[in-house]
């Protein structure tokens, strides 16, 4: 996969040197490059914003730098250039990722989905935001865009979730984690459930004793164990989480322990008792 990341502070994109992310890039597994915004300023200044029309706090990046970085960008990658010279946009090409507050909110959905694309563009907008403009054009072009958020917070600028994002999507290129079982029964996968508590040694700690089925051997009573825990944990921190699941794909097991917590199926769905 080759990731292209545009920034006026490409050291905070450091950061993708370290751990996997670091490992996958000196593999060649993944070919990840970070660019500074200003590279592409032609005033003396290097200026990329300027004060939003029709008032109001703040400044707004320039669309006519981004359009010249992102042109460039879109056109000297391998895939052949997602919007050619007044082109068609090529079928396959890169999909452009635009971290923003006001975006959708990004999900281990959208990082499955995007762990599938040749060519991802991470477009860090700083200020009070990118012309939109920006966005507009490129989804004229047949560029696929999304305009994603890492949480209902404001952060400084598209960097950290950046991050973020390229993190959660490396992590599923196949070959990136050592044992792909790893990425099966972790949260928010399939199940629809946060991961049940984990221990290792020592057995004793600080007073604290391990749960003994963990240590019976008894394989069909830990799973039944590790299943009832991360129904608890989800009922209890993310019940919008247990609203949601899928209730055709709960045991007689999952209906009684969750009958325990609260939640009674009513209509083919779960609803708080
Ligand atoms: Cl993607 N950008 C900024 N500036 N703030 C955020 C965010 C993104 N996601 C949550 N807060």
């Known amino acids: 996969m080759r990731v292209d990341v545009v920034s006026i502070f490409p050291g905070y994109l450091a950061a993708l040197d370290l751990s996997l992310v670091g490992k996958a890039r000196q593999s060649g597994?993944?070919?990840?490059?970070?660019?500074?915004?200003?590279?592409?300023?032609?005033?003396?200044?290097r200026t990329v914003d300027d004060t939003p029309f029709g008032g109001g706090a703040g400044m707004v990046m320039r669309p006519d730098v981004w359009g010249t970085a992102l042109d460039s960008i879109l056109s000297a990658a391998p895939d052949d250039a997602a919007v050619a010279p007044g082109g068609e946009p090529a079928p396959g090409g890169a999909h452009l990722i635009v971290p923003t507050p006001s975006g959708e909110v990004f999900t281990q959905r959208h990082a499955e989905a995007l762990a599938t694309e040749d060519h991802l563009v991470v477009a860090c907008g700083r200020y009070e935001g990118i012309d939109a403009r920006v966005a507009e054009h490129y989804r004229a072009a047949g560029v696929a865009v999304s305009e994603l958020s890492i949480g209902d917070y404001v952060l400084n600028g598209g960097e950290v979730a950046a991050l973020v994002m390229i993190e959660a999507v490396a992590r599923l290129i196949p070959g990136m984690v050592g044992n792909p079982?790893?990425?099966?029964?972790?949260?928010?996968?399939?199940?629809?459930?946060?991961?049940?508590?984990?221990?290792?040694?020592p057995p004793a700690w600080a007073g604290l004793e391990i749960p003994e089925v963990l240590l019976s051997g008894h394989h069909a009573r830990i799973e039944r164990w590790r299943r009832d825990r991360a129904l608890e944990r989800t009922a209890e921190r993310r019940p919008d989480m247990v609203a949601a699941l899928d209730v055709t794909a709960l045991d007689k097991h999952d209906l009684a322990q969750l009958r325990e917590l609260g939640w009674v199926v009513e209509d083919g769905r779960l609803v708080r008792r």
């Open 29 to 45: 597994l993944l070919d990840l490059r970070v660019h500074d915004l200003r590279d592409w300023t032609t005033d003396r200044h």
């Open 181 to 201: 079982a790893s990425l099966v029964e972790e949260s928010h996968g399939a199940a629809g459930l946060l991961e049940y508590p984990v221990y290792t040694k």
